[in-house]
Every structure is written in structure tokens, then in C-alpha cells.
């Protein structure tokens, strides 16, 4: 436990933002989850919408520098490449 009357307030401080930050990674790995769900279904449009949505959720959490820029970019690249690859498969068909 801090003494010093600025640890205590820094430790206030992170735990309330330890609670947003935990909010933000939730929905992200959320969105990202459904996402992929809905690639795997094969509905290819609602996969599209709901990989715009996790694009969007995913920046939105890079730009709060709640994840790393480039953990944000690779989970986007893998999501598009998953997106297009199963639109590939079902033209095909």
C-alpha cells in the first residue's frame, strides 16, 4: 500500500482506468469474435458488416492506446484476408 499521498491518488487514478481500458479490450475481442463467427457461418454479408464493425471497434481502441497500433493492424489484416477469402470460396460456388 502507497504512504505518500500522490502514490495513493496515482493508484486511484490507473484503477479507473484499468476499468475503462478492460471495458474497450472486452468489446474489441468481442466484435473481433463475431466477426470471425460470421466468416466461418458463410453469410457473406453479414460478415462484411460485422468486420467493418470490428475495423471500426479495433481502431477505435488503437487510437485510445489501449492495444498497440500494430496489434490492431495485424488483427484487421487477418480479418480482411479471412473475409475475402471466404467471398473468393463462395463466387466460386
Not at 478492460?22 to 458463410?42: D, L, P
Not at 498497440?68 to 471466404?86: D, I
Amino acid at each position: 500500500m502507497p504512504n505518500i499521498e500522490s502514490a495513493k491518488k496515482q493508484q486511484r487514478v490507473s484503477l479507473k482506468k484499468r476499468a475503462v481500458n478492460k471495458n474497450v479490450v472486452s468489446q474489441t475481442k468481442t466484435m473481433v469474435r463475431k466477426a470471425e463467427e460470421s466468416i466461418e457461418a458463410g453469410n457473406i454479408e453479414t460478415a462484411a458488416a460485422d468486420v467493418k464493425a470490428a475495423v471500426s471497434t479495433l481502431d477505435k481502441a488503437r487510437g485510445k492506446g489501449v492495444i498497440h497500433a500494430k496489434n490492431a493492424a495485424r488483427h484487421k489484416s487477418r480479418l480482411v484476408k479471412r473475409l475475402n477469402k471466404a467471398q473468393s470460396a463462395n463466387s466460386t460456388k
